[in-house]
């Protein structure tokens, strides 16, 4: 994934530092309202920047905007008509196991690594961007046209990073900004919001050698801080006709390099799923 | 798990629905300062009570309160000494398998219903309690004295449920309440918050029908409420010197029915990975 592992050495990290009067922390989620439906080639940012300033918060230092992949999918143009789509024989088969269209079965194919699992109604994959999630990600609710289908961002750590670049210059501050997915898991059901991008904020953050309250080194230590950022954000999204696409969250602090989204995925040797 | 899957039919779900003059949705997290380590048999809804007047916030209906699983643990003294376990063969064998504490194992596959995976460092088990997680959850930071570790409590829903019981009488409102733990994953590096227990909310709310923004169902409309927001909480929990054990949730909604954490739990025949 070109993300260096030794940059995540060594700093601390202590979260939501928003300190009140009575000593205590503080974070805030905002929903933006009246975000409009975004299509393709919308500028993102600038809708973005307009519904923070429209909703009177603006955009102050390490605030996190959480922006549902969706829209960002959309406004990068990554609709795919199912018409146009010629299903493959592996694809056919594979639809074939699974009750899959296998016009949509071909796509999620060709978002992938590899095939990790699958059963009717979900094929669980290594998306090439080296998520491991159901149907590659690919989402047909919230697309105008019912042949129409969503897949993920070309490369979400980059368009979440070219939203901070706007969104930085515009208000003048140094935010952090993280593209979310809500997805399924292996052991539980219902889905939970997840970092497919970051920018600006250590997406990963190794605690290790923070000392726990008896000075004894922590033996968990690495803490997935985008993911968790991005499961809190989702909550107020909603999936459905909320059309709620960007969380404001204001509050939380960080200390160490910023890394990417990629910095979460777990390398392959030390996979013992796949 | 004695939890009726048809409770969680047709209701919809409209998250964070504090309103702000300008239409936006916001939900607040404020971490209670100032709860004394938690010591077996404390009564830690007192605690946690006093910690929500002294803040100021009190507890307000549809509040989440959401409390680490260590401090729930150790009220209920499940806190147990290495020097008082023996291992069985079966847990030398795995604990020279994946170098770890012979002690520590015994206690791991005592709280096991199967090991899924192993590998040295880690031990993939279904918890008795239906989780699917790393060393079941067994903790030896945080706990006074370097042989003693931390078992989960023996039924988090129920420490939920008594917790919410304490706390809707005092402050004479209808609360949630979750006990959260933080947790590894498969494919991703880092922790993050998750519910073991739960009262009060649906833990896992069912969408299923509420309609897109283009009016078509939702496919994937099942949702890890409780997930959600224990990965929300746990931001501001830290994991280190903090001993910041409780986060109240604010401005959340739902309708529909509580569920438990219990209904998080993918049933074994659906699942793919053990």
Do not use: C, Y
């Amino acid at each position: 994934m070109g993300w260096d592992r030794r940059l995540v050495i060594a700093f601390h990290f202590h979260a939501g530092r928003r300190h009140l009067g009575g000593g205590m922390v503080q974070v805030t989620m905002t929903a933006l309202e009246g975000v409009p439906l975004v299509r393709e080639g919308d500028d993102l940012a600038g809708l973005l920047i307009a519904a923070l300033e429209r909703g009177g918060t603006g955009l102050e230092d390490r605030d996190v905007l959480v922006v549902a992949q969706k829209v960002v999918s959309k406004a990068e143009g990554r609709v795919v008509d199912l018409a146009d789509v010629t299903p493959s024989e592996r694809a056919e088969t594979l639809a074939s196991e699974t009750d899959k269209d296998p016009r949509q079965v071909e796509l999620v194919l060709a978002e992938a690594e590899e095939v990790v699992r699958h059963k009717p109604g979900v094929i669980v994959v290594a998306h090439r961007l080296g998520h491991v999630m159901a149907n590659a990600g690919i989402d047909r609710s919230n697309v105008e046209g019912g042949e129409r289908v969503l897949l993920l961002p070309v490369d979400p750590d980059a368009s979440a990073a070219g939203l901070k670049a706007r969104l930085d210059a515009h208000f003048g501050v140094g935010a952090g900004v993280i593209v979310a997915d809500s997805v399924g898991r292996a052991w539980r059901l219902g889905t939970v919001g997840l970092a497919l991008g970051a920018a600006g904020l250590p997406a990963l953050m190794d605690r290790r050698g923070a000392p726990d309250l008896f000075g004894r080194p922590l033996e968990a230590t690495l803490t997935g801080f985008a993911d968790g950022i991005a499961a809190a954000a989702t909550l107020l999204m909603g999936e459905g006709d909320e059309g709620r696409p960007a969380v404001l969250v204001r509050g939380l602090d960080w200390q160490g390099e910023a890394l990417p989204a990629a910095a979460l995925l777990r390398p392959k040797a030390e996979d013992m799923f796949r």
